[in-house]
Structure formats: structure tokens, C-alpha cells
């Protein structure tokens, strides 16, 4: 079978242990940006004054941006929902992602998610924009924050 580069047949479940522990399946991704991740550095380097260079491995904690509709009311409700049980305990509740890409055959499982930045309430412009969300992938020691294989 050959493979596309379809986004829209993605499927994207976010759990919070303690909110959602069977997970929702996020829809109504925003126009042109579904989610991304940033780029990291995965390693570092260095060249001496001599023309010698080295590289040292860097531990790294991916960011993604999870854009939603500002029809998507179902979906807010899941970052409303852990936001609040966040602040009614004070404290941090991590998630984990399963994000599965049938046009490339591919899933990534998502670790130790933190969620670190919210826009409150969409941009009221010509007509309401995306919501953002954004969450920091956290690494485990030996298991990095996101892995990937085929689907």
C-alpha cells in the first residue's frame, strides 16, 4: 500500500491519570495546525581553538502546541477540566498521548506530559481563532519523552 501524507485521518488520545484515565480522543484540530512539536537540540558541541571537535548527548524535553477550534467545545473541556483539578489540588497532573498517523504507518507514545501554557479564551478577531495549548514532554531516565513505531 502506498503511503500519503494525509493529517486528517489522525488520531490523537490524551489521558490524565487522574481525570481521564481511558483517555479522549481529541477533534476539531484548528485550521492548517493540528499539533507540532519544536525542534531540540540533541546534542551539543564544541570545537577547540585548534580545529578539534567533540558532541555530548543533551537530554531533551520536546514541546507541542495542540491548536483547536474555537467551535471545539467538547475538546476545551478537556484542558478546562484538567486545568481546574490541577488548581484545585495545587499541584501538577501529568498526561501521556498516543498519536497515531495511518497515512505514514506510524504512532508516537508521549511520556510525562506537563501542561505549561494555556490561551484562556480564543482571539475574538474577524471571526474566533484557535485555541493553543501547550504541553512539555518530560524524559524518564532511560525512556525518552516520546518514542515512535509503525502503527
Request: charged fraction near 15%; hydrophobic fraction near 45%.
Amino acid at each position: 500500500m502506498a503511503l500519503t501524507i494525509t493529517a486528517s485521518n489522525a488520531v490523537f488520545i490524551l489521558s490524565v491519570p487522574l481525570v481521564f484515565p481511558n483517555g479522549v480522543q481529541l477533534q476539531g484540530f484548528g485550521v492548517d495546525d493540528a499539533f507540532t512539536t519544536d525542534v531540540v537540540e540533541t546534542t551539543e558541541t564544541q570545537v577547540g581553538v585548534d580545529g578539534f571537535g567533540v558532541a555530548g548527548y543533551v537530554p531533551r524535553s520536546p514541546r507541542m502546541t495542540i491548536r483547536l477550534l474555537a467551535s471545539a467545545d467538547v475538546d476545551y473541556s478537556v484542558f478546562e477540566t484538567w486545568i481546574a483539578q490541577q488548581d484545585l489540588i495545587g499541584d501538577v497532573l501529568y498526561c501521556a498521548a498516543t498519536i497515531a498517523l495511518p497515512s505514514v504507518g506510524r504512532k508516537y507514545t508521549c511520556y510525562q506530559g506537563s501542561l505549561m501554557g494555556v490561551s484562556s479564551i480564543p482571539d475574538a478577531r474577524k471571526v474566533l481563532a484557535n485555541r493553543e495549548f501547550h504541553i512539555a514532554w518530560l524524559p524518564q531516565g532511560s525512556i525518552p519523552a516520546i518514542t515512535s513505531g509503525p502503527l
